[in-house]
Structures are given as C-alpha cells and as structure tokens.
C-alpha cells in the first residue's frame, strides 16, 4: 500500500517539476512545448519511479532524500529531451546536495574523487569531439552532470551507469539512423545518463 502512496506523491512531484521546468525555460528565453510527453511525461514517470523506490527497504528519510534526487534526474531528461540543455539552476544545488550527502559514506573522499573524475572525462571528450567535428559533440551540461552522476554514485556505480547510458544512447542512435535513413542529425546524451543513473540508483537500493 505504501508504495502506492508514494507514487501519488511522486505524480504530485512531478507536475511541481514540470511546473518549475516551464518558468526556468521561460528564463532561459526558451519557449516550453505543449505535447502531451512534455506535459504529461514527468508527473508519469516520476510517479512510477517513486512507487519502484518505495518497495526498497529503505527508512522514509532515505527514501526522502533518494526522491528528490529521482526528480533532478526525470527534470534533467524531459527539459533536455524538449530543449537541448541541462541547466545550471538545477545541477548546481543537485551537485551541492549530493556532495553532502557523499561526506557521509565511507570513504567520505570517494564520492568527491569520482566526481571530478567523471566530470574530466567528460570534458575532455567535449573538447576532442569539438576539435575532430568541429561541432559541440558534448555539451557542457552533460560535463556537469557525469560530475553529479559521480558524487551521487560513488566509483564502481558511476562506471556502471555511464555503461548504461552510453548502451541506451547508442541503441536509440543505431534506431534514429535506420528511421530517417540518415546519419545526419545529433541526440541529446543527458536524458540517457540520467536513465543509467537511476537505473543504478535503483539497484543500490535494493542491495541496501
């Protein structure tokens, strides 16, 4: 029962998040769509992952605390998929958060360490793939999120949802490819990090 609960208030997140998503557009001087995957899709998604969150043994802190880094990650993949960008006014209290949180594990370094790392690496690719294609291959959005993926995560973690969202992402790049019969045309890799995130999230849960 409990988990159905929870999954009500991550609907009621959700459109909170949707909320927050159309008026920091609005800032950015972008225009927010009205599809209904736009309108629609967070409250959806959010209220399915807190209702999966919510079967993990976990104390309703905890559960708490993992939620609102559930919504970071659904606001990271639904602004990014509508407008090609990952904002700062999300990922850097996101990233904040998550470092406070990475104190508390041992070793309280790990967290730290594998953030940065993650976040090099990633700008390191952003500038190659820039200088190859001469084009943003990377945005620096996707930098500062693999930098919140890492202190989120920890080591082993974050290498398992970087694999996962780089699979996701070159899976839905094989199918755009054989849909527009093209290999014109770029993705935007956040949503897919994001989705590798949770997965991992998820499954640190459950070996809790």
Do not use: C, N
Not at 116 to 142: M, N, Q, R, T, Y
């Amino acid at each position: 029962m409990f988990p159905l609960l929870w999954a009500v208030v991550g609907a009621v997140a959700g459109w909170l998040v949707r909320w927050g998503s159309v008026r920091l557009a609005r800032l950015e001087g972008l225009e927010p769509g009205s599809k209904r995957w736009q309108v629609f899709g967070p409250p959806i998604l959010s209220a399915i992952l807190f209702g999966l969150f919510a079967t993990e043994p976990m104390s309703l802190q905890a559960l708490a605390l993992r939620s609102v880094f559930v919504l970071v990650l659904v606001q990271v993949i639904f602004f990014d998929m509508e407008h090609r960008l990952i904002l700062d006014r999300v990922m850097f209290p996101a990233m904040a958060l998550a470092l406070i949180v990475s104190l508390f594990h041992q070793p309280w370094w790990a967290g730290i360490a594998t953030g940065l790392a993650a976040g090099l690496l990633f700008l390191v690719l952003a500038l190659v793939g820039s200088a190859i294609f001469k084009a943003e291959a990377l945005g620096f959005g996707d930098v500062k999120l693999a930098l919140f993926m890492g202190l989120l995560l920890g080591p082993l973690p974050t290498i398992t949802a970087l694999f996962y969202g780089v699979f996701l992402a070159g899976v839905v790049s094989v199918g755009f490819i054989i849909w527009h019969r093209s290999l014109k045309g770029t993705i935007a890799y956040g949503p897919y990090l994001a989705a590798g995130t949770l997965i991992v999230l998820f499954q640190l849960g459950r070996g809790q």
